[in-house]
């Protein structure tokens, strides 16, 4: 399972299952902190994205473009003055698994799974350079854990389940927050160690 804007796995009437176009548009992996940054901090504009994320206006607009266009996100008229646009995100998440995806899926799937890792990483560098930043409070529960496990394919997928299950309780929508609650990442990452699992020459 490949979830963007971290969430529980369970599809929802607000969450989206990708299909191959949508795929396409989200193989990039800072379309993907746009589409990100519109879900975890609400409805922008390409110059507030741009000072958030570091890029310059027109790719900011570019992106948010594309990500309109696949129906990914949508335009808030209202709030909009002369040129100035406002965008909001669609779904609340965005799901693929891609063991129960087409076949004809499979080259776009795993191009969107790449870009979901870089994006991950580029979100974790970007987290990092705010730690000396923190609160005592936040930096005390803050968490970067990396564990070295041996395990099947079979153990991941119910190891996945077992932690998915358990976000979900922990999971609220944004009026149901705690107070004093702040919007939190969660990434979830298994994978084999680089250079372990890659199939021989001839049964790729």
């Given at each position: 399972?490949?979830?963007?804007s971290?969430a529980?796995p369970?599809s929802?009437?607000?969450d989206?299952?990708?299909?191959?176009?949508?795929l396409?548009?989200?193989?990039?992996?800072l379309?993907?902190?746009?589409?990100?940054l519109?879900?975890?901090?609400?409805?922008?504009?390409a110059?507030r994205i741009?000072?958030?994320?570091?890029?310059?206006?027109?790719?900011?607009s570019?992106?948010?473009?594309?990500?309109?266009?696949g129906?990914?996100?949508?335009e808030?008229?209202?709030?909009?003055t002369?040129?100035?646009?406002?965008w909001?995100?669609?779904h609340?998440?965005?799901?693929?698994?891609p063991?129960?995806?087409?076949?004809?899926?499979?080259?776009?799937?795993?191009?969107y799974?790449?870009?979901?890792?870089?994006?991950a990483?580029?979100?974790?560098?970007?987290?990092?350079h705010?730690?000396?930043?923190?609160s005592?409070e936040?930096?005390?529960?803050?968490?970067?854990?990396?564990?070295?496990?041996?395990?099947?394919p079979?153990?991941?997928?119910?190891m996945?389940?077992e932690?998915?299950?358990?976000?979900?309780?922990?999971r609220h929508?944004?009026?149901e927050a705690?107070?004093?609650?702040?919007?939190v990442?969660?990434?979830?990452?298994?994978?084999?160690?680089?250079?372990?699992a890659?199939?021989?020459?001839?049964?790729a």
């Amino acid at each position: 399972m490949v979830a963007s804007s971290a969430a529980s796995p369970e599809s929802s009437g607000r969450d989206i299952e990708l299909d191959t176009a949508d795929l396409r548009v989200l193989a990039h992996p800072l379309r993907l902190n746009v589409l990100t940054l519109l879900r975890e901090r609400g409805p922008s504009t390409a110059t507030r994205i741009s000072d958030e994320l570091g890029i310059n206006p027109g790719a900011a607009s570019y992106h948010l473009r594309r990500l309109a266009s696949g129906g990914l996100i949508v335009e808030e008229p209202d709030r909009g003055t002369g040129r100035e646009r406002w965008w909001k995100s669609a779904h609340r998440q965005s799901i693929h698994d891609p063991a129960a995806a087409p076949a004809e899926q499979r080259e776009a799937g795993r191009a969107y799974t790449h870009a979901v890792a870089l994006a991950a990483a580029d979100r974790l560098r970007r987290a990092a350079h705010e730690v000396p930043l923190l609160s005592q409070e936040w930096l005390d529960v803050t968490t970067y854990g990396d564990f070295l496990l041996y395990l099947t394919p079979g153990d991941v997928d119910r190891m996945r389940a077992e932690i998915f299950e358990v976000i979900s309780r922990y999971r609220h929508e944004e009026s149901e927050a705690p107070e004093g609650s702040s919007p939190v990442a969660l990434q979830v990452q298994a994978f084999p160690v680089p250079g372990t699992a890659l199939p021989l020459a001839g049964e790729a």
